[in-house]
């Protein structure tokens, strides 16, 4: 019985996000152009951060893989974080912040700030918040984007789009359409979504709450999404492609790729 697991570890402002996955057969062909294909459709999506600008998400692999090909041993994966030019005084793995560095004593409402504080018994909250950031979920989808090709391989395709953001809901779309056709309509949309009227009100949705800008009065202000859903997405089909890839691994599972095609009763 094969079962894929994976860990991440990294900081939002720290050297780099870091990933292994144990499990993957051996003999899959990865294309490297399709990991970064899903971490650039990560980033997209109307009402993102500045973030988004700064980082240009493309993932280095550091074991696991050669000549494009997996090994059958653990694959581990790197995503630099440009934003560390910025933070590397602050977020330093051996030296003290510097003497202008305010801590973080404030929590945001909503966020895993205040039960991390009282969890780890941290006096500074940053050190809850860097992790219990959304930059984190770039790695698993990276991670997600290997899972993908797996089952890709074995003609099994995911997708999505976006039906409601906050009160506005699409109207369902009668038409069949195919995974690609629907990833294809969906990414061309800048919220995800499929219907046009729908999709001009989810824009001025959140043009409107990016301009009332309601944060709590005392909550401390991080540089933030002022909507995530169509990201949310993305990151929904790479989370589901680890859980469909381990599932099938149990299923079907083997030590290779051609053991499992041995196994498998649909055609490739």
Not at 132 to 144: D, F, I, N
Request: glycine share 8%; charged share 20%; hydrophobic share 40%.
């Amino acid at each position: 019985m094969s079962h894929l697991r994976y860990l991440t570890a990294g900081e939002s402002h720290g050297r780099a996000l870091v990933g292994i996955l144990e499990g993957m057969p051996a003999g899959l062909p990865i294309k490297k152009d399709q990991i970064d294909l899903q971490l650039r459709r990560r980033q997209g999506g109307y009402g993102r951060s500045t973030r988004m600008q700064i980082e240009q998400d493309s993932v280095e692999v550091l074991a696991g893989i050669r000549a494009g090909v997996t090994l059958g041993s653990p694959i581990a994966l790197v995503i630099w974080n440009r934003d560390w030019a910025n933070w590397s005084k602050h977020m330093d793995p051996w030296a003290p912040p510097p003497a202008r560095y305010h801590p973080v004593t404030v929590p945001r409402p909503g966020h895993a700030d205040l039960p991390g504080a009282l969890k780890y018994r941290h006096a500074d909250i940053r050190n809850v918040l860097e992790r219990a950031s959304a930059r984190e979920t770039a790695m698993r989808v990276a991670l997600g984007a290997i899972a993908r090709q797996l089952l890709e391989y074995f003609g099994i395709q995911i997708a999505s789009h976006v039906v409601q953001i906050h009160t506005v809901r699409a109207q369902s779309d009668p038409s069949p359409l195919s995974a690609a056709e629907l990833t294809a309509r969906a990414d061309a949309s800048p919220v995800r979504c499929l219907d046009p009227h729908a999709q001009r009100e989810m824009i001025a949705c959140i043009d409107r709450a990016q301009a009332e800008g309601n944060t709590p009065v005392k909550a401390h202000v991080e540089r933030s999404d002022v909507c995530a859903v169509p990201a949310a997405s993305v990151i929904g089909e790479a989370l589901l492609a680890l859980v469909l890839a381990d599932a099938f691994l149990e299923k079907y599972g083997g030590d290779s790729i051609a053991e499992i095609a041995e196994r498998y009763p649909h055609k490739i």
